[in-house]
């Protein structure tokens, strides 16, 4: 994995490969030219992205990222560098570092930086010295070091790391994770990555946004493209462009800069349009260095971290905004849109090859105004004291105004009633949304369940029955970066029966307590009392036809006088039932599953019988003549006594 930075008095810009070894081993790719020296000063990186005229925009008083906390990938950190804050209690560590952990092999049990790297990064997300003021000044720092004192480390050490932030992010308020590091590659389109790709998921969920440096590689590759890691669709790769008139500068990797400016693309950093990425200053950025002092340096390493930064501010902003969080989605939508475009062969000059193409560099005030008009646009927010309210039986409209907006919408549900939410848009005319996402959450927020195409064409659906009474709330969404116009309706389907007191069921009554079964296998039961209900999963394939057959005294198979067999989907919704087209009153289903995925079984009785049953489940399979004849049934995996019925009751919900 590439430290993608230049230190041009301190060069260690340490690019990283990825071995079969699985470990990443730094190296210098870039150095200046020789007998170039330079001194640490204030950046010109505030007033490129316009964060001084954010600083002192009255609107924006406050926003400096205090209580949100940011997580740094890379060497480790100076524990006790006073850009960190003063350290209080004297335990030999800054105030605003509220973790720190070694995961790499060295066993020195500790994440002080020798190596530097991470140390200048951690600055620019959140020095609060002056002279070198990071983007949020006052923002908490975990620093977990994955890469060792030389700069190399493994794989599994970044997985390790990204695992313990996914399990620590409420801990900690973690909103931003740092990772100014990469490998020796170049792809031009996005692709999960094959070790971190779950960990990226897994933290986009908690809405966390995630930002990999681009690559220093581009004197290589002569090519657009990002490294391996920055590939993935759910991380934001950031490339480099001077921050001001800095000379001419020679990289040790063959790239160079005749001339420099503000805005232009350095000409080591890695770049494309087809993947989405974001551009900031990146050279040359002045930053803390272990020891308390502080140094330039250069790269795809030093740019990330000021898009961390701005992650953290807009968190802020729209917790105070909107009382809400942005998605990741809607961070990037809004990162990117109200970025400038710059173009990259105008003004560069420089030994590579321009691409002629326009990119986004990130605006922090743009951005903030951005949030700010989100929140005077957005029809309902995404939290309580923002979500609209819908009844049920009735319906509400309303408006995804761009890609990531979630709409809450409360609601008040009976335990034991079972009920029907639809989200309409453009397939049943209920608006212009082409793909509806409606999820279904408990008060405090936890998903209980989620749908995007259950209804009419893209439109989604979700059937529940709730187990307690009280508050609700439907989130409405679009799926893949739609937006649109909305319809939500909400509906009482059925009333369902009272469970079975604590402790007499053999089997739950619902999605979350159903029994495992599987194809091919034979399960007994009990309806113990009357309106029992008996719930088991079972994994179904798309294009198999199945036979379910639920037997009772009938067929000798227990001693349920009138079996009822119902089909439901992975939301509960029902798909089909029968109760008598069995041997006598014994119930059998004929299904052919249009999806693969999750089903249950439900298994009980009509009117006021109970006793017990057999529940069998078989693939219903046909076998072409080897002479060519019609396919032939092999009924045979049924009792001989029993005859196919294809009647069944169809339920279009």
Same mark, same amino acid.
């Given at each position: 994995?590439?430290?993608?930075?230049?230190?041009?008095?301190?060069?260690?810009?340490?690019?990283? !490969?990825?071995?079969?070894?699985?470990?990443?081993?730094?190296?210098?790719?870039?150095?200046p030219t020789s007998g170039?020296?330079?001194a640490p000063a204030s950046n010109d990186a505030a007033s490129v992205i316009n964060l001084d005229q954010f600083r002192g925009d009255n609107r924006f008083a406050g926003v400096d990222g205090a209580g949100y906390t940011v997580v740094v990938l890379d060497t480790g950190i100076d524990l006790n560098h006073q850009a960190f804050g003063p350290d209080t209690n004297n335990d030999g560590v800054s105030d605003r570092i509220v973790y720190h952990q070694d995961f790499t092999g060295e066993g020195d049990g500790t994440a002080d930086d020798v190596?530097? &790297?991470?140390? &200048?990064?951690?600055?620019?997300?959140?020095?609060?010295?002056?002279?070198?003021?990071?983007?949020?000044?006052?923002?908490?720092?975990?620093?977990?070091?994955?890469?060792?004192?030389?700069?190399?480390?493994?794989?599994?050490?970044?997985?390790?790391?990204?695992?313990?932030?996914?399990?620590?992010?409420?801990?900690?308020?973690?909103?931003?994770?740092?990772?100014?590091?990469?490998?020796?590659?170049?792809?031009?389109?996005?692709?999960? &990555?094959?070790?971190?790709?779950?960990?990226?998921?897994?933290?986009?969920?908690?809405d966390i946004v995630t930002t990999v440096a681009a690559g220093n590689g581009y004197y290589d590759f002569q090519t657009e493209g990002v490294s391996s890691i920055a590939a993935d669709p759910n991380v934001i790769p950031?490339?480099?462009?001077?921050?001001?008139?800095?000379?001419?500068?020679?990289?040790?990797?063959?790239?160079?800069?005749?001339?420099?400016g503000a805005d232009r693309i350095t000409s080591f950093s890695q770049r494309s349009d087809d993947i989405d990425m974001v551009f900031a200053p990146g050279a040359l950025i002045t930053g803390a260095a272990p020891g308390?002092?502080?140094?330039?340096?250069?790269?795809?390493?030093?740019?990330?971290?000021?898009?961390?930064?701005?992650?953290?501010?807009?968190?802020?902003?729209?917790? %105070?905004?909107?009382?809400?969080?942005?998605s990741n989605e809607e961070f990037e939508t809004l990162l990117t849109d109200s970025s400038t475009q710059i173009f990259d062969g105008d003004d560069e000059d420089d030994n590579v090859a321009n691409t002629n193409t326009i990119y986004d560099r990130v605006d922090m005030l743009a951005l903030a105004e951005a949030i700010i008009d989100l929140g005077d646009q957005d029809d309902f927010g995404e939290s309580e004291g923002t979500a609209g309210e819908v009844e049920v039986g009735g319906s509400v409209g309303g408006d995804i105004e761009q890609s990531g907006d979630r709409d809450w919408f409360a609601v008040e549900l009976d335990a034991g009633t079972s009920y029907r939410f639809s989200l309409r848009g453009e397939s049943s005319d209920g608006g212009?949304?082409?793909?509806?996402?409606?999820?279904?959450?408990?008060?405090?927020? !936890?998903?209980?369940?989620?749908?995007?195409?259950?209804?009419?064409?893209?439109?989604?659906?979700?059937?529940?029955?709730?187990?307690?009474?009280g508050t609700y709330y439907l989130e409405a969404a679009g799926s893949g970066g739609a937006a649109g116009t909305y319809t939500l309706e909400t509906n009482i389907w059925s009333v369902a029966p009272p469970p079975p007191p604590f402790g007499e069921d053999d089997h739950g009554n619902d999605g979350r307590t159903a029994t495992?079964?599987?194809?091919?296998?034979?399960? /007994?039961? /009990?309806?113990?009392?009357?309106?029992? &209900?008996?719930?088991?999963?079972?994994?179904?394939? %798309?294009?198999?036809?199945?036979?379910?057959?639920?037997?009772?005294?009938?067929?000798?198979?227990?001693?349920?006088?009138?079996?009822?067999?119902?089909?439901?989907?992975?939301?509960?919704?029902?798909?089909?039932?029968?109760?008598?087209?069995?041997?006598?009153?014994?119930?059998?289903?004929?299904?052919?599953?249009?999806?693969?995925?999750?089903?249950?079984?439900?298994?009980s009785a009509v009117g006021s019988h109970t006793g017990t049953y057999t529940l069998e489940a078989r693939e219903w399979r046909t076998s072409p003549d080897p002479a060519g004849a019609e396919p032939v049934v092999f009924a045979s995996q049924w009792e001989e006594d029993e005859e196919l019925s294809a009647s069944l009751d169809l339920i279009d919900l």
């Open positions: 994995m590439t430290h993608q930075d230049q230190h041009p008095t301190d060069v260690f810009a340490s690019s990283s !490969t990825l071995g079969e070894s699985g470990l990443l081993g730094a190296r210098d790719v870039l150095s170039q020296t330079f190596h530097g &790297h991470g140390t &200048h990064v951690s600055s620019i997300i959140g020095s609060s010295n002056p002279a070198y003021e990071g983007i949020a000044p006052e923002a908490n720092i975990i620093s977990l070091q994955v890469l060792g004192n030389n700069g190399s480390g493994s794989i599994f050490d970044i997985e390790d790391a990204l695992q313990w932030v996914n399990a620590n992010a409420d801990t900690y308020n973690i909103v931003a994770v740092n990772m100014s590091l990469g490998g020796n590659s170049n792809l031009n389109f996005n692709q999960t &990555h094959p070790l971190l790709g779950d960990e990226f998921q897994q933290l986009a969920d908690q950031v490339g480099a462009v001077w921050d001001g008139n800095n000379g001419g500068i020679a990289w040790s990797s063959g790239a160079t800069d005749f001339t420099t308390g002092g502080a140094r330039l340096a250069g790269g795809t390493s030093q740019a990330t971290p000021v898009v961390t930064g701005m992650a953290v501010l807009a968190q802020q902003l729209a917790d %105070e905004n909107l009382g809400r969080r942005l212009t949304l082409s793909d509806g996402l409606l999820k279904l959450r408990e008060a405090d927020g !936890t998903e209980l369940a989620s749908n995007n195409n259950s209804g009419v064409g893209t439109d989604a659906r979700l059937g529940f029955t709730a187990n307690a009474s495992s079964f599987g194809v091919g296998e034979r399960i /007994t039961g /009990t309806v113990e009392q009357v309106g029992d &209900h008996d719930w088991f999963a079972i994994d179904l394939e %798309e294009g198999t036809d199945y036979r379910f057959a639920l037997r009772g005294a009938s067929s000798d198979r227990g001693t349920l006088i009138d079996p009822l067999l119902q089909l439901r989907d992975i939301q509960g919704n029902l798909i089909a039932q029968n109760n008598n087209s069995g041997v006598g009153n014994d119930a059998r289903l004929a299904f052919e599953a249009d999806q693969t995925g999750l089903y249950f079984l439900d298994a």
